[in-house]
Protein backbone atom coordinates (compact mmCIF):
# COMPACT_ATOMS: atom_id res chain seq x y z
CA UNK A 1 0.00 0.00 0.00
CA UNK A 2 2.59 2.34 0.94
CA UNK A 3 4.49 1.91 -2.04
CA UNK A 4 1.65 1.87 -4.70
CA UNK A 5 1.89 5.13 -5.44
CA UNK A 6 5.44 4.72 -6.37
CA UNK A 7 5.19 1.81 -7.96
CA UNK A 8 2.35 3.52 -10.60
CA UNK A 9 5.24 6.37 -10.99
CA UNK A 10 8.04 3.75 -11.96
CA UNK A 11 5.77 2.28 -14.51
CA UNK A 12 4.52 5.36 -15.92
CA UNK A 13 8.45 6.63 -16.41
CA UNK A 14 9.36 3.05 -17.82
CA UNK A 15 6.93 2.84 -20.14
CA UNK A 16 7.97 6.97 -21.63
CA UNK A 17 11.45 5.29 -21.98
CA UNK A 18 10.36 2.51 -23.90
CA UNK A 19 8.29 5.01 -25.91
CA UNK A 20 11.73 7.42 -26.33
CA UNK A 21 13.73 3.81 -27.44
CA UNK A 22 11.12 3.13 -30.17
CA UNK A 23 11.15 6.83 -31.59
CA UNK A 24 14.46 6.71 -31.78
CA UNK A 25 14.68 3.52 -33.45
CA UNK A 26 12.06 4.45 -36.09
CA UNK A 27 13.93 7.54 -36.50
CA UNK A 28 17.04 5.55 -37.37
CA UNK A 29 15.45 2.91 -39.20
CA UNK A 30 15.69 0.34 -37.03
CA UNK A 31 12.81 -2.35 -36.01
CA UNK A 32 10.73 -0.81 -33.87
CA UNK A 33 9.75 -2.36 -30.20
CA UNK A 34 6.26 -2.06 -30.86
CA UNK A 35 6.01 -3.73 -34.58
CA UNK A 36 5.92 -0.60 -36.57
CA UNK A 37 8.17 -0.54 -39.81
CA UNK A 38 11.35 1.80 -40.00
CA UNK A 39 10.97 4.74 -42.40
CA UNK A 40 10.88 3.02 -46.34
CA UNK A 41 13.21 3.99 -48.69
CA UNK A 42 12.09 7.06 -50.99
CA UNK A 43 10.48 5.84 -54.27
CA UNK A 44 12.41 5.68 -57.51
CA UNK A 45 9.85 7.42 -59.86
CA UNK A 46 11.98 6.30 -62.76
CA UNK A 47 10.98 2.46 -61.92
CA UNK A 48 9.11 0.76 -65.05
CA UNK A 49 5.30 1.62 -64.41
CA UNK A 50 4.55 -2.14 -65.31
CA UNK A 51 5.71 -3.28 -62.11
CA UNK A 52 3.24 -1.26 -60.44
CA UNK A 53 -0.96 -2.30 -60.59
CA UNK A 54 -1.76 -5.00 -63.69
CA UNK A 55 -2.18 -2.83 -67.32
CA UNK A 56 -5.91 -2.07 -67.73
CA UNK A 57 -8.03 -4.85 -68.67
CA UNK A 58 -6.49 -7.55 -66.73
CA UNK A 59 -8.79 -8.88 -64.07
CA UNK A 60 -8.01 -8.62 -60.25
CA UNK A 61 -8.70 -10.85 -57.70
CA UNK A 62 -12.38 -10.82 -56.73
CA UNK A 63 -14.20 -8.50 -54.46
CA UNK A 64 -17.77 -8.65 -53.22
CA UNK A 65 -19.59 -5.72 -54.41
CA UNK A 66 -23.04 -3.97 -54.02
CA UNK A 67 -25.68 -5.42 -56.61
CA UNK A 68 -25.68 -3.88 -59.92
CA UNK A 69 -22.46 -1.57 -58.82
CA UNK A 70 -18.92 -2.88 -60.16
CA UNK A 71 -18.10 -6.64 -61.59
CA UNK A 72 -17.64 -9.04 -59.09
CA UNK A 73 -13.81 -9.45 -61.01
CA UNK A 74 -13.00 -5.62 -61.01
CA UNK A 75 -11.00 -4.34 -63.75
CA UNK A 76 -7.92 -2.83 -62.31
CA UNK A 77 -6.52 0.38 -62.42
CA UNK A 78 -3.38 1.32 -64.32
CA UNK A 79 -0.76 2.04 -62.57
CA UNK A 80 0.83 5.65 -61.52
CA UNK A 81 2.77 6.85 -64.59
CA UNK A 82 6.16 7.92 -64.12
CA UNK A 83 7.66 11.43 -64.01
CA UNK A 84 9.50 11.10 -67.25
CA UNK A 85 6.03 9.93 -69.18
CA UNK A 86 4.08 13.65 -68.10
CA UNK A 87 3.15 16.01 -70.68
CA UNK A 88 1.90 20.09 -70.61
CA UNK A 89 2.00 21.44 -67.28
CA UNK A 90 -1.04 23.93 -66.52
CA UNK A 91 -0.65 26.22 -63.20
CA UNK A 92 -3.86 27.46 -61.90
CA UNK A 93 -3.44 29.82 -58.46
CA UNK A 94 -6.35 30.64 -56.30
CA UNK A 95 -5.95 32.66 -53.00
CA UNK A 96 -5.13 29.32 -51.20
CA UNK A 97 -3.74 26.93 -53.31
CA UNK A 98 -1.49 27.06 -56.49
CA UNK A 99 -2.25 23.50 -58.40
CA UNK A 100 -0.22 21.90 -60.92
CA UNK A 101 -2.05 19.64 -63.52
CA UNK A 102 -0.23 17.50 -65.67
CA UNK A 103 -2.03 17.08 -69.75
CA UNK A 104 -1.11 13.41 -69.34
CA UNK A 105 -4.36 12.39 -67.97
CA UNK A 106 -5.51 15.51 -66.49
CA UNK A 107 -3.95 14.45 -63.22
CA UNK A 108 -3.05 16.69 -60.25
CA UNK A 109 0.21 16.55 -59.77
CA UNK A 110 1.87 19.40 -57.73
CA UNK A 111 -0.76 21.50 -54.73
CA UNK A 112 0.90 24.27 -52.59
CA UNK A 113 -0.87 25.46 -49.80
CA UNK A 114 -0.52 29.50 -49.97
CA UNK A 115 -1.31 30.48 -46.49
CA UNK A 116 0.38 27.29 -44.80
CA UNK A 117 4.45 27.39 -44.74
CA UNK A 118 6.71 24.17 -44.71
CA UNK A 119 7.70 24.83 -41.26
CA UNK A 120 10.91 22.10 -40.93
CA UNK A 121 11.84 20.90 -37.72
CA UNK A 122 15.05 23.30 -36.24
CA UNK A 123 18.55 21.95 -35.15
CA UNK A 124 18.11 21.56 -31.44
CA UNK A 125 21.05 24.42 -31.38
CA UNK A 126 19.22 26.43 -34.21
CA UNK A 127 17.31 29.17 -31.22
CA UNK A 128 21.22 29.77 -29.81
CA UNK A 129 22.31 30.24 -33.25
CA UNK A 130 19.43 32.94 -34.20
CA UNK A 131 19.94 34.49 -30.61
CA UNK A 132 23.44 34.85 -30.84
CA UNK A 133 23.58 35.82 -34.65
CA UNK A 134 23.80 39.24 -36.12
CA UNK A 135 21.48 38.44 -39.19
CA UNK A 136 17.59 37.85 -38.20
CA UNK A 137 16.30 34.39 -38.86
CA UNK A 138 14.78 33.36 -42.41
CA UNK A 139 11.82 34.07 -43.20
CA UNK A 140 11.12 33.06 -46.63
CA UNK A 141 10.17 29.49 -46.21
CA UNK A 142 8.27 27.68 -48.58
CA UNK A 143 4.98 26.72 -48.82
CA UNK A 144 3.45 23.48 -47.27
CA UNK A 145 3.25 20.88 -50.67
CA UNK A 146 0.63 18.19 -50.88
CA UNK A 147 0.81 16.86 -53.91
CA UNK A 148 4.24 16.05 -55.70
CA UNK A 149 5.82 14.07 -58.18
CA UNK A 150 9.51 14.10 -57.61
CA UNK A 151 12.34 11.57 -57.40
CA UNK A 152 11.80 12.18 -53.37
CA UNK A 153 8.34 12.00 -53.16
CA UNK A 154 4.88 10.56 -55.16
CA UNK A 155 1.73 11.84 -53.71
CA UNK A 156 -0.49 12.36 -56.64
CA UNK A 157 -4.74 12.82 -57.13
CA UNK A 158 -5.47 10.31 -60.19
CA UNK A 159 -8.87 9.51 -62.09
CA UNK A 160 -9.98 7.88 -65.03
CA UNK A 161 -12.35 5.43 -66.90
CA UNK A 162 -12.19 1.54 -66.18
CA UNK A 163 -13.91 -0.83 -68.59
CA UNK A 164 -14.64 -4.55 -68.24
CA UNK A 165 -16.14 -5.12 -72.14
CA UNK A 166 -13.86 -6.82 -73.85
CA UNK A 167 -12.38 -4.60 -76.99
CA UNK A 168 -13.52 -1.47 -74.97
CA UNK A 169 -10.64 1.02 -74.52
CA UNK A 170 -11.34 3.74 -72.11
CA UNK A 171 -8.95 7.42 -71.28
CA UNK A 172 -7.48 7.53 -67.79
CA UNK A 173 -5.08 8.81 -65.78
CA UNK A 174 -2.28 7.76 -69.07
CA UNK A 175 -4.25 9.61 -71.45
CA UNK A 176 -2.55 12.44 -73.55
CA UNK A 177 -5.30 14.71 -73.06
CA UNK A 178 -5.36 18.45 -74.69
CA UNK A 179 -6.15 21.40 -71.72
CA UNK A 180 -8.31 24.22 -72.02
CA UNK A 181 -8.07 27.23 -69.79
CA UNK A 182 -9.30 30.74 -69.79
CA UNK A 183 -7.38 32.66 -66.77
CA UNK A 184 -4.70 30.92 -64.63
CA UNK A 185 -4.97 33.14 -61.69
CA UNK A 186 -8.08 33.83 -59.47
CA UNK A 187 -8.41 37.49 -60.41
CA UNK A 188 -10.62 40.33 -57.79
CA UNK A 189 -14.06 39.97 -58.27
CA UNK A 190 -14.22 36.55 -59.30
CA UNK A 191 -14.98 33.10 -57.37
CA UNK A 192 -13.84 30.19 -59.40
CA UNK A 193 -10.93 29.31 -61.78
CA UNK A 194 -12.05 26.77 -64.16
CA UNK A 195 -9.83 23.68 -66.39
CA UNK A 196 -10.90 21.80 -69.32
CA UNK A 197 -9.17 18.89 -70.40
CA UNK A 198 -10.22 16.70 -73.45
CA UNK A 199 -9.48 13.42 -74.05
CA UNK A 200 -9.38 11.82 -77.81
CA UNK A 201 -11.96 9.92 -79.04
CA UNK A 202 -10.82 6.27 -79.78
CA UNK A 203 -13.75 4.26 -81.50
CA UNK A 204 -15.70 7.54 -80.64
CA UNK A 205 -15.40 7.15 -77.20
CA UNK A 206 -14.30 10.11 -74.90
CA UNK A 207 -13.99 12.03 -71.93
CA UNK A 208 -14.36 15.80 -70.75
CA UNK A 209 -12.58 16.10 -67.25
CA UNK A 210 -13.51 19.86 -65.63
CA UNK A 211 -11.74 20.88 -62.59
CA UNK A 212 -13.26 24.02 -60.58
CA UNK A 213 -10.83 25.74 -58.25
CA UNK A 214 -12.85 28.28 -55.55
CA UNK A 215 -11.74 31.10 -53.77
CA UNK A 216 -11.11 30.61 -50.30
CA UNK A 217 -11.89 26.72 -50.40
CA UNK A 218 -9.56 24.19 -49.92
CA UNK A 219 -12.48 21.32 -52.31
CA UNK A 220 -11.98 21.32 -55.69
CA UNK A 221 -14.46 20.32 -57.69
CA UNK A 222 -13.94 17.72 -60.42
CA UNK A 223 -16.72 16.82 -63.48
CA UNK A 224 -16.31 13.72 -65.53
CA UNK A 225 -18.03 13.62 -68.90
CA UNK A 226 -18.35 10.44 -70.43
CA UNK A 227 -19.19 11.20 -74.37
CA UNK A 228 -19.92 7.76 -76.26
CA UNK A 229 -20.20 8.51 -80.04
CA UNK A 230 -19.74 5.29 -81.12
CA UNK A 231 -21.51 2.38 -82.12
CA UNK A 232 -22.55 0.57 -79.04
CA UNK A 233 -23.21 0.71 -75.42
CA UNK A 234 -20.49 1.16 -72.84
CA UNK A 235 -20.91 0.86 -69.14
CA UNK A 236 -17.71 3.13 -67.78
CA UNK A 237 -16.54 2.94 -64.27
CA UNK A 238 -14.78 5.89 -62.82
CA UNK A 239 -12.08 5.20 -60.83
CA UNK A 240 -11.22 8.75 -58.15
CA UNK A 241 -7.34 7.13 -56.65
CA UNK A 242 -4.42 8.71 -54.44
CA UNK A 243 -1.49 7.17 -54.46
CA UNK A 244 1.20 8.21 -52.64
CA UNK A 245 4.61 7.08 -51.31
CA UNK A 246 5.18 5.57 -47.58
CA UNK A 247 7.70 7.86 -46.51
CA UNK A 248 6.59 10.39 -43.48
CA UNK A 249 6.37 13.91 -44.33
CA UNK A 250 9.83 15.14 -44.07
CA UNK A 251 10.57 17.17 -40.97
CA UNK A 252 8.38 15.00 -38.46
CA UNK A 253 9.90 15.04 -35.23
CA UNK A 254 10.95 11.35 -33.78
CA UNK A 255 9.77 12.28 -30.01
CA UNK A 256 6.00 11.57 -31.17
CA UNK A 257 4.45 9.85 -33.17
CA UNK A 258 1.54 11.10 -35.95
CA UNK A 259 -0.23 8.64 -39.06
CA UNK A 260 0.50 8.85 -42.53
CA UNK A 261 -1.17 6.46 -44.48
CA UNK A 262 -4.60 5.51 -46.32
CA UNK A 263 -7.98 5.92 -44.70
CA UNK A 264 -11.55 5.46 -45.36
CA UNK A 265 -15.49 5.62 -43.79
CA UNK A 266 -18.55 4.04 -44.71
CA UNK A 267 -21.03 4.44 -42.54
CA UNK A 268 -21.42 0.56 -42.02
CA UNK A 269 -17.50 0.69 -41.42
CA UNK A 270 -16.66 3.55 -39.56
CA UNK A 271 -13.54 5.65 -40.04
CA UNK A 272 -10.75 3.44 -40.38
CA UNK A 273 -6.69 4.30 -40.77
CA UNK A 274 -4.79 1.58 -42.93
CA UNK A 275 -1.01 1.32 -42.13
CA UNK A 276 1.48 1.19 -45.05
CA UNK A 277 2.72 -1.82 -44.01
CA UNK A 278 -0.72 -4.21 -43.63
CA UNK A 279 -0.98 -3.21 -47.32
CA UNK A 280 2.22 -4.84 -47.85
CA UNK A 281 0.88 -8.12 -46.07
CA UNK A 282 -2.33 -7.89 -47.63
CA UNK A 283 -3.60 -7.81 -44.19
CA UNK A 284 -6.19 -5.20 -44.38
CA UNK A 285 -9.81 -5.92 -43.26
CA UNK A 286 -12.09 -3.12 -44.95
CA UNK A 287 -15.35 -3.21 -46.76
CA UNK A 288 -15.54 -3.41 -49.98
CA UNK A 289 -18.56 -1.45 -51.50
CA UNK A 290 -21.00 0.58 -50.62
CA UNK A 291 -23.06 3.77 -51.64
CA UNK A 292 -21.55 6.10 -49.22
CA UNK A 293 -17.75 6.66 -47.84
CA UNK A 294 -15.04 8.71 -48.77
CA UNK A 295 -10.94 7.75 -49.50
CA UNK A 296 -8.07 9.57 -48.36
CA UNK A 297 -4.57 9.71 -47.63
CA UNK A 298 -4.14 11.26 -44.18
CA UNK A 299 -0.26 13.23 -42.52
CA UNK A 300 0.38 15.71 -39.62
CA UNK A 301 -1.85 18.20 -40.17
CA UNK A 302 -2.98 18.14 -44.01
CA UNK A 303 -5.48 15.25 -45.74
CA UNK A 304 -6.39 14.89 -49.33
CA UNK A 305 -9.75 12.79 -49.36
CA UNK A 306 -12.09 12.20 -52.68
CA UNK A 307 -15.89 12.54 -51.73
CA UNK A 308 -18.98 11.98 -53.73
CA UNK A 309 -22.27 13.57 -52.87
CA UNK A 310 -24.85 11.46 -54.43
CA UNK A 311 -25.63 7.24 -52.81
CA UNK A 312 -23.93 5.58 -56.06
CA UNK A 313 -22.82 2.44 -55.21
CA UNK A 314 -18.54 2.26 -55.06
CA UNK A 315 -16.17 0.49 -55.16
CA UNK A 316 -13.32 0.32 -52.56
CA UNK A 317 -9.51 -0.46 -53.21
CA UNK A 318 -6.28 -0.46 -51.75
CA UNK A 319 -3.07 -1.85 -53.39
CA UNK A 320 0.73 -1.58 -53.09
CA UNK A 321 1.84 -0.78 -56.18
CA UNK A 322 5.31 -0.98 -56.13
CA UNK A 323 8.06 -0.85 -53.67
CA UNK A 324 7.10 2.12 -50.95
CA UNK A 325 4.29 3.37 -53.85
CA UNK A 326 0.58 2.35 -52.66
CA UNK A 327 -2.90 3.65 -54.03
CA UNK A 328 -6.64 4.10 -52.63
CA UNK A 329 -9.27 4.17 -54.53
CA UNK A 330 -13.04 4.54 -55.10
CA UNK A 331 -14.02 3.06 -58.62
CA UNK A 332 -17.63 4.18 -59.39
CA UNK A 333 -20.07 2.64 -62.04
CA UNK A 334 -21.65 5.43 -64.17
CA UNK A 335 -24.09 2.61 -65.81
CA UNK A 336 -24.90 2.45 -69.36
CA UNK A 337 -24.49 4.92 -71.52
CA UNK A 338 -25.70 4.54 -74.94
CA UNK A 339 -24.47 5.62 -78.55
CA UNK A 340 -25.08 9.80 -78.94
CA UNK A 341 -25.48 10.00 -75.22
CA UNK A 342 -23.33 11.56 -72.47
CA UNK A 343 -22.89 10.60 -69.14
CA UNK A 344 -21.32 13.28 -66.08
CA UNK A 345 -20.73 12.54 -62.66
CA UNK A 346 -19.28 15.28 -60.22
CA UNK A 347 -16.96 14.66 -57.55
CA UNK A 348 -14.91 16.50 -55.09
CA UNK A 349 -11.52 16.56 -53.91
CA UNK A 350 -10.65 17.86 -50.96
CA UNK A 351 -7.15 18.73 -50.24
CA UNK A 352 -5.77 20.68 -47.26
CA UNK A 353 -5.56 21.27 -43.67
CA UNK A 354 -6.99 19.37 -41.26
CA UNK A 355 -9.88 21.89 -39.96
CA UNK A 356 -11.96 20.00 -37.54
CA UNK A 357 -15.27 21.83 -38.09
CA UNK A 358 -15.07 22.65 -41.91
CA UNK A 359 -14.42 18.97 -42.40
CA UNK A 360 -17.07 17.96 -40.06
CA UNK A 361 -19.22 19.88 -42.61
CA UNK A 362 -17.91 18.30 -46.10
CA UNK A 363 -18.43 15.27 -45.68
CA UNK A 364 -19.84 12.65 -42.64
CA UNK A 365 -16.82 11.10 -40.50
CA UNK A 366 -14.15 13.54 -42.63
CA UNK A 367 -13.28 15.11 -39.72
CA UNK A 368 -12.28 11.75 -37.95
CA UNK A 369 -8.85 12.13 -40.51
CA UNK A 370 -7.29 14.42 -37.54
CA UNK A 371 -5.84 12.14 -35.43
CA UNK A 372 -6.89 11.88 -31.65
CA UNK A 373 -5.30 8.93 -30.80
CA UNK A 374 -7.77 6.28 -28.22
CA UNK A 375 -9.49 9.59 -26.24
CA UNK A 376 -11.38 11.07 -29.20
CA UNK A 377 -14.15 11.44 -27.27
CA UNK A 378 -12.79 13.42 -24.75
CA UNK A 379 -10.42 15.15 -27.32
CA UNK A 380 -13.38 16.92 -29.69
CA UNK A 381 -15.24 18.31 -26.80
CA UNK A 382 -11.97 19.89 -25.80
CA UNK A 383 -11.05 21.14 -29.21
CA UNK A 384 -14.65 22.65 -28.76
CA UNK A 385 -13.91 24.31 -26.02
CA UNK A 386 -10.34 25.36 -26.64
CA UNK A 387 -12.16 26.96 -30.13
CA UNK A 388 -14.52 29.03 -28.34
CA UNK A 389 -12.21 30.57 -25.70
CA UNK A 390 -10.14 31.28 -29.13
CA UNK A 391 -12.79 32.92 -30.42
CA UNK A 392 -13.26 35.48 -27.16
CA UNK A 393 -9.32 36.12 -26.65
CA UNK A 394 -8.22 35.75 -30.16
CA UNK A 395 -4.67 34.03 -29.49
CA UNK A 396 -4.27 30.24 -29.50
CA UNK A 397 -1.59 30.69 -26.42
CA UNK A 398 -3.77 32.26 -23.96
CA UNK A 399 -6.67 30.03 -24.83
CA UNK A 400 -4.35 26.88 -24.40
CA UNK A 401 -3.84 28.56 -20.24
CA UNK A 402 -6.93 29.68 -20.52
CA UNK A 403 -8.39 25.99 -21.17
CA UNK A 404 -5.74 24.00 -18.33
CA UNK A 405 -7.17 26.79 -15.97
CA UNK A 406 -10.52 25.55 -16.55
CA UNK A 407 -9.73 22.02 -16.10
CA UNK A 408 -7.70 23.04 -13.02
CA UNK A 409 -11.04 24.17 -11.59
CA UNK A 410 -13.05 21.55 -12.90
CA UNK A 411 -10.80 19.32 -10.78
CA UNK A 412 -10.27 21.47 -8.02
CA UNK A 413 -11.94 19.46 -5.11
CA UNK A 414 -10.42 16.00 -6.73
CA UNK A 415 -6.94 18.04 -6.50
CA UNK A 416 -7.18 19.22 -3.58
CA UNK A 417 -8.41 15.34 -1.82
CA UNK A 418 -4.76 14.32 -3.62
CA UNK A 419 -2.81 17.17 -2.11
CA UNK A 420 -3.91 16.92 1.57
CA UNK A 421 -3.25 13.06 1.73
CA UNK A 422 0.35 13.58 -0.53
CA UNK A 423 0.80 16.70 2.50
CA UNK A 424 -0.34 14.15 5.29
CA UNK A 425 2.26 11.54 3.94
CA UNK A 426 4.94 14.39 4.16
CA UNK A 427 4.13 15.14 7.78
CA UNK A 428 4.28 11.14 8.86
CA UNK A 429 7.37 10.97 6.77
CA UNK A 430 9.59 11.04 9.88
CA UNK A 431 7.74 8.52 11.65
CA UNK A 432 8.07 6.01 8.66
CA UNK A 433 11.88 6.62 8.35
CA UNK A 434 12.20 6.23 11.70
CA UNK A 435 10.31 2.87 11.66
CA UNK A 436 11.86 1.49 8.45
CA UNK A 437 15.43 2.31 10.58
CA UNK A 438 13.81 0.49 13.78
CA UNK A 439 12.60 -2.51 12.19
CA UNK A 440 14.40 -3.17 8.97
CA UNK A 441 14.95 -6.41 10.13
CA UNK A 442 11.25 -7.40 10.87
CA UNK A 443 9.86 -6.28 7.47
CA UNK A 444 6.69 -7.78 8.60
CA UNK A 445 6.37 -5.70 11.97
CA UNK A 446 7.76 -2.94 9.66
CA UNK A 447 4.55 -2.73 7.73
CA UNK A 448 2.17 -3.65 10.72
CA UNK A 449 3.59 -0.50 12.72
CA UNK A 450 3.14 1.79 9.73
CA UNK A 451 -0.40 0.75 8.79
CA UNK A 452 -0.78 1.55 12.68
CA UNK A 453 0.52 5.03 11.98
CA UNK A 454 -1.58 5.63 8.98
CA UNK A 455 -4.87 4.57 11.30
CA UNK A 456 -3.82 6.86 13.89
CA UNK A 457 -3.37 9.94 11.07
CA UNK A 458 -5.94 8.84 9.00
CA UNK A 459 -3.54 8.76 6.33
CA UNK A 460 -4.33 7.29 2.81
CA UNK A 461 -1.25 5.77 0.81
CA UNK A 462 -3.27 5.69 -2.31
CA UNK A 463 -5.22 8.96 -1.66
CA UNK A 464 -2.45 10.85 -3.63
CA UNK A 465 -2.61 8.39 -6.34
CA UNK A 466 -6.24 7.88 -7.68
CA UNK A 467 -7.17 11.13 -7.89
CA UNK A 468 -4.16 12.10 -9.96
CA UNK A 469 -4.94 8.78 -12.43
CA UNK A 470 -8.68 9.62 -12.35
CA UNK A 471 -7.45 13.55 -14.73
CA UNK A 472 -4.97 11.98 -16.34
CA UNK A 473 -7.56 10.48 -19.60
CA UNK A 474 -8.05 14.51 -20.00
CA UNK A 475 -5.22 15.83 -20.08
CA UNK A 476 -4.08 13.18 -22.06
CA UNK A 477 -6.69 13.75 -24.89
CA UNK A 478 -5.75 18.11 -24.43
CA UNK A 479 -2.18 16.48 -25.34
CA UNK A 480 -4.04 15.34 -28.40
CA UNK A 481 -5.64 18.15 -29.48
CA UNK A 482 -2.50 20.22 -29.16
CA UNK A 483 -0.28 18.24 -31.37
CA UNK A 484 -3.36 17.32 -33.93
CA UNK A 485 -4.57 20.50 -34.44
CA UNK A 486 -3.52 22.55 -37.58
CA UNK A 487 -4.72 25.95 -35.60
CA UNK A 488 -1.86 25.61 -33.96
CA UNK A 489 1.13 25.49 -36.80
CA UNK A 490 1.81 29.49 -37.24
CA UNK A 491 0.23 30.30 -34.16
CA UNK A 492 2.27 33.07 -31.66
CA UNK A 493 1.88 33.23 -28.58
CA UNK A 494 4.24 35.80 -26.90
CA UNK A 495 7.97 37.64 -27.44
CA UNK A 496 9.90 34.70 -28.79
CA UNK A 497 7.04 31.97 -29.41
CA UNK A 498 6.21 32.85 -32.89
CA UNK A 499 4.99 29.30 -33.64
CA UNK A 500 2.73 27.01 -31.26
CA UNK A 501 3.74 23.97 -33.40
CA UNK A 502 7.43 24.12 -33.37
CA UNK A 503 9.70 23.99 -29.86
CA UNK A 504 10.58 26.74 -28.32
CA UNK A 505 13.67 28.41 -30.34
CA UNK A 506 15.48 29.26 -26.97
CA UNK A 507 14.49 26.62 -24.96
CA UNK A 508 12.77 29.29 -22.52
CA UNK A 509 9.39 27.14 -22.00
CA UNK A 510 11.22 23.71 -21.32
CA UNK A 511 13.65 25.07 -18.62
CA UNK A 512 10.81 25.82 -16.68
CA UNK A 513 8.89 23.20 -17.63
CA UNK A 514 11.93 20.99 -15.93
CA UNK A 515 12.44 23.41 -12.67
CA UNK A 516 8.69 23.81 -12.15
CA UNK A 517 8.65 19.82 -11.94
CA UNK A 518 11.90 19.62 -9.36
CA UNK A 519 9.93 22.37 -7.86
CA UNK A 520 6.67 19.99 -7.45
CA UNK A 521 9.39 16.84 -6.14
CA UNK A 522 10.23 19.32 -3.46
CA UNK A 523 6.59 19.58 -2.74
CA UNK A 524 5.88 15.97 -1.64
CA UNK A 525 6.79 13.70 0.60
CA UNK A 526 10.42 12.34 0.12
CA UNK A 527 10.73 8.49 -0.22
CA UNK A 528 12.37 7.06 3.17
CA UNK A 529 14.09 5.04 0.58
CA UNK A 530 17.32 6.74 -0.22
CA UNK A 531 17.53 5.28 -3.75
CA UNK A 532 14.25 6.05 -4.44
CA UNK A 533 14.45 9.59 -3.43
CA UNK A 534 17.48 10.27 -5.73
CA UNK A 535 15.24 8.62 -8.58
CA UNK A 536 12.65 11.10 -8.05
CA UNK A 537 14.65 14.11 -8.23
CA UNK A 538 16.14 12.28 -11.59
CA UNK A 539 12.58 11.70 -13.18
CA UNK A 540 12.22 15.24 -14.02
CA UNK A 541 15.20 15.90 -15.38
CA UNK A 542 15.02 12.57 -17.95
CA UNK A 543 11.94 13.84 -18.75
CA UNK A 544 12.90 17.23 -19.58
CA UNK A 545 14.78 16.01 -22.65
CA UNK A 546 11.04 15.22 -24.40
CA UNK A 547 10.63 18.79 -23.78
CA UNK A 548 13.11 20.65 -25.39
CA UNK A 549 11.75 18.75 -29.06
CA UNK A 550 8.03 19.34 -28.05
CA UNK A 551 5.92 21.85 -29.69
CA UNK A 552 5.70 24.40 -27.45
CA UNK A 553 2.02 24.30 -27.55
CA UNK A 554 2.59 20.92 -25.72
CA UNK A 555 5.12 22.48 -23.33
CA UNK A 556 2.96 25.64 -22.27
CA UNK A 557 0.03 23.40 -21.70
CA UNK A 558 2.30 21.04 -19.17
CA UNK A 559 3.94 24.17 -17.75
CA UNK A 560 0.74 25.69 -16.86
CA UNK A 561 -0.27 22.71 -15.34
CA UNK A 562 2.68 22.47 -12.85
CA UNK A 563 1.89 25.94 -12.20
CA UNK A 564 -1.25 26.03 -11.18
CA UNK A 565 -1.09 22.30 -9.36
CA UNK A 566 2.26 24.01 -7.31
CA UNK A 567 -0.52 26.57 -5.92
CA UNK A 568 -2.68 24.22 -5.04
CA UNK A 569 -0.47 22.02 -3.14
CA UNK A 570 1.45 24.80 -2.04
CA UNK A 571 -1.40 26.32 -0.50
CA UNK A 572 -2.56 22.90 1.10
CA UNK A 573 0.92 22.30 2.36
CA UNK A 574 1.12 25.91 4.13
CA UNK A 575 -2.58 25.22 5.79
CA UNK A 576 -1.27 22.21 6.76
CA UNK A 577 1.57 23.27 8.63
CA UNK A 578 3.98 20.89 6.47
CA UNK A 579 5.71 23.14 4.19
CA UNK A 580 9.20 22.99 3.90
CA UNK A 581 9.22 19.87 5.94
Not at 551 to 557: I, K, R, T
Request: charged share 15%; hydrophobic share 45%; glycine share 6%.
Amino acid sequence: MMDMRRTLLWVIFTMSLVMLWDAWNVHTGQPAFFGSTPRPAAVDPAAPAAAALPAAGVPAPGVATVPGAVAAAPVALPAPTPVAQGGEKIVLTSDVVRATFDSQGGTLVHLDLLKYKDAQQRKWYQGFVDLFSSQPPKQDTPDVVLFEQTAKRVYLAQTGLISAQPGVSLPNHLTQMTPLVSERTLKDGSNELQLRFESPAVDGLRMVKTYTLKRGDYTIGVKHEFINDGNQAVSPQLYLQLARDGNPPEGESSFYFTFTGPAMYTEAGKFQKIAFKDIEKGAVDHPKSANNGWVAMVQHYFASAWLLAGNEPRDFRMQRVSDNLYAIAMVVPMGEVAPGSTRALQSTLFAGPQEENKLAALAPGLDLVKDYGWFTILSKPLFWLLDQLHKVLGNWGWSIVALVVLLKIAFYWLNASAYRSMAKMKAVAPKVTELRERYKDKPQQMQQEMMRIYREEKVNPLGGCLPIVAQMPFFIALYWVLLSSVEMRGAPWVLWIHDLSQPDPYFILPLLMTASSLFQVWLNPTPPDPMQARMMWMMPLMFSVMFFFFPAGLVLYWLTNNILSIAQQWFINKKLGVLGR
